[in-house]
């Protein structure tokens, strides 16, 4: 198995007026090409500061970061933004998704910015990641005609249509209920262990990890603990288990 990601004492530092806040403190460790890693840790420790420089859409102050074998440091700007464009999927809390759009035009977004792709085609490769996450019935519904479980099910399907070999998610069901939850965990089961895609996803819910292969703990913007999951939990029957509401 290749290293996907590799970071090496990786520190973040924001100035805020006269002050330096150090939302990461040198952070190291490897994720292997297929594994199903969540991100843990309290409000503050550094997650999404993480997630964000995992993802290229932030830089380290300092330390190594490398992505697939590249480091991402001796990249410019467009060549970090091909190469996030090309091997990374991002789903964050809030969907994200444009208003008064329909689900496969705001999954046929991130094919705009690559050449060589057509109309034609950028349709079909839509259609299709609407199908790998059971909304291509809902093709021509704008995000306020879906619930929120369904628009987040858009951001994946929109974070999956550039077929990424990874998939970074921020709280990605920060705002779902149990049952909508356990559906996303299904789904992003489904694409780690069919169809290879390493997922990074950070949450705060012990329940969430257990759906990981492994879990790395920030505490204060340092790594607190990295532990592997012997005893992976099946979302698929954590559904299942779920009981039934008649409140509908
Ligand atoms: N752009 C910024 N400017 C200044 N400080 C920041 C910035 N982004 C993050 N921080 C600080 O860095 C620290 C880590 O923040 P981060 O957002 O990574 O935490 P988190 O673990 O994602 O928290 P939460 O669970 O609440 O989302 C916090 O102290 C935060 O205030
Ligand atoms: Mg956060």
């Known amino acids: 198995m290749s290293d996907i990601l590799k970071i090496h004492d990786l520190r973040r530092e924001f100035k ?14 490897s994720v292997e090409s297929g594994e199903f890693l969540t991100i ?9 500061t993480m997630l964000n420089i995992l993802g290229c859409l932030d830089k ?13 440091r001796s990249l410019d700007k467009d060549a970090l933004a091909q190469l996030r464009n090309r091997k990374i999927g991002f789903v964050f809390q809030a969907y994200n998704l444009l208003p008064r759009t329909s689900a496969l035009e705001n999954v046929e977004l991130p094919l705009m910015y690559q050449s060589g792709v057509g109309h034609r085609e950028r349709r079909e490769r839509a259609m299709h990641a609407l199908e790998l996450v059971k909304l291509a019935d809902r093709f021509d519904h704008t995000p306020n005609q879906l619930s929120g479980g369904q628009q ?12 990424p070999v990874m998939i970074l ?11 909508t939850s356990y559906e996303i965990m299904s789904l992003m089961q489904e694409l780690n262990q ?5 997922i990074v996803f950070v949450t705060h819910e ?17 790594l607190q603990r990295d532990t592997r999951n012997t005893d992976i939990k099946s979302a698929k029957e954590a559904l299942a288990a779920l009981p039934v509401t008649d409140d509908y």
């Not at 380290?60 to 991402?72: I, M, P, Q, W």
């Not at 969430?208 to 913007?221: N, P």
């Open 16 to 29: 805020v007026g006269s002050q330096i806040v150090k939302a990461l403190k040198g952070v190291s460790f």
């Open 206 to 222: 012990p329940d969430i990890a257990s759906f990981s292969s492994r879990t790395v703990m920030l505490r204060d913007g340092l």
């Open 169 to 179: 998610a921020d709280e990605a069901t920060g705002n779902l209920d149990t049952r």
């Open 60 to 72: 380290a102050t300092s330390g190594d970061y490398f992505l697939d074998g590249v480091n991402v």
């Open 194 to 198: 069919e169809k290879g895609k390493t």
């Open 40 to 48: 843990m840790g309290s409000s503050g420790s550094g997650k999404s």
């Open 152 to 163: 987040q099910r858009v951001a994946i399907a929109r974070a999956l249509v550039n077929e």
